[in-house]
């Protein structure tokens, strides 16, 4: 299975963003899919995830109200909308895949995903 997250870029603060992950390979194995984001000298933080069903999604708080995480199984693809931008939103932004039991799971723990892409830059200017 491989991963690849797309999207990222330079955009001022209050602006917004559509990052997307492509999924290749055995996708019956992504169940739960997530974002996650590492900030310059911080470690890396989930974001948001949604499950199977699509019926499920869980974000930080601090992301709340602001991005909103879904997916399209037909395209293999998840996407993170990112609206309301604020310079400590920059970060690097991963995607990453979880097997799971239930297709209504989510998961906050970075240790749960077994798949992850390679990032996409963000930067918010103030």
């Known amino acids: 299975v491989q991963l690849q997250a797309s999207g990222g870029g330079l955009v001022q603060a209050g602006g917004s963003l559509r990052l997307s992950c492509v999924v290749s390979?055995?996708?019956?194995?992504?169940?739960?899919m997530g974002w996650f984001r590492r900030a310059p000298g911080k470690e890396r933080e989930f974001v948001a995830s949604?499950?199977?069903?699509?019926?499920?999604?869980d974000y930080a708080d601090s992301v709340k109200g602001r991005f909103t995480i879904s997916r399209d199984d037909a395209k293999n693809s998840a996407y993170l909308e990112a609206g309301t931008l604020k310079p400590e939103d920059t970060a690097i932004y991963f995607c990453?895949?979880?097997?799971?039991?239930?297709?209504?799971?989510?998961?906050?723990?970075?240790?749960?995903?077994?798949?992850w892409g390679q990032g996409t830059q963000v930067t918010v200017s103030s």
């Open positions: 990453a895949a979880a097997r799971a039991a239930s297709i209504h799971s989510v998961y906050k723990q970075s240790w749960r995903y077994i798949y």
């Open positions: 390979g055995r996708t019956s194995t992504t169940d739960v």
């Open positions: 949604i499950s199977r069903s699509g019926s499920e999604t």
